[in-house]
């Protein structure tokens, strides 16, 4: 059982902003920032899209945004594409864990 | 290129050891945490460890300590994740990377383990 809690689907139409949640608590959102990555198939290699809270990597789409209030992040995706089809996780690091990262649950995200 | 790159799928049975390995290239390997993280078939990504190569300091996640040991030799840029006695359960997909800015910034290919 994770300690970052996302939902586990979402859903939007081509064009659309999707926002997916990330629920923590004061021992790692409160305090720590959090990373996004994405899954686009099953078996794929994850991919770093946010870190830091906002910051976007390289190549990474200005389509992707991240946020982070209190003891929650949220990314959202604006103008929604089919490739955007795919498993989100958040990461923070969490001060109970022997002070290392943990996953969110994942959210699905799929495209209308 | 910045890249990592692991060994190749895996099918073992039970009881049996394995070590699977993760070589960085293109970066000082020796300055970047390298971190393990498990994907279970149809399940969500769970973070084992990091190792930094330059001491070998390794810090585990509470839920894989004492259930599989990480190493590194920094000789060859290459990361090693190990277990002793493997269990039905640890069949899955498991993922090195690089800790580079606060995330996993470049990620290994994945290597399949079968039990």
């Known amino acids: 059982q994770s300690v970052l809690t996302q939902p586990p689907s979402a859903s939007g139409t081509p064009g659309q902003r999707v926002t997916i949640s990330c629920s923590g608590s004061s021992s790692n959102i409160g305090t720590n920032t959090v990373n996004w990555y994405q899954l686009q198939l099953p078996g794929a290699v994850p991919k770093l899209l946010i870190y830091g809270n906002d910051q976007r990597p390289s190549g990474v789409p200005d389509r992707f945004s991240g946020s982070k209030s209190g003891t929650s992040a949220s990314l959202a995706i604006s103008g929604l594409q089919s490739e955007d089809e795919a498993d989100y996780f958040c990461e923070a690091w969490d001060d109970s864990l022997n002070g290392l990262c943990a996953f969110g649950t994942g959210t699905r995200v799929s495209v209308l | 290129e910045v890249q990592v790159e692991q060994s190749g799928a895996e099918v073992k049975k039970p009881g049996e050891s394995l070590k699977i390995s993760c070589k960085g290239s293109g970066f000082r390997f020796s300055s970047y945490w390298i971190g393990w993280v498990r994907q279970v078939p149809g399940k969500g990504l769970e973070w084992m460890g990091i190792?930094?190569?330059?001491?070998?300091?390794?810090k585990y996640s509470p839920s894989f300590q004492g259930q599989v040991t990480m190493s590194v030799d920094k000789s060859i840029d290459t990361a090693y994740l190990q277990w002793s006695s493997l269990k039905a359960s640890d069949t899955a997909m498991y993922f090195c990377?690089?800790?580079?800015?606060?995330?996993?910034?470049?990620w290994g290919q994945g290597t399949t383990v079968s039990v």
């Open positions: 990377a690089r800790r580079g800015g606060g995330a996993f910034d470049v």
């Open positions: 190792i930094f190569p330059a001491d070998s300091d390794t």
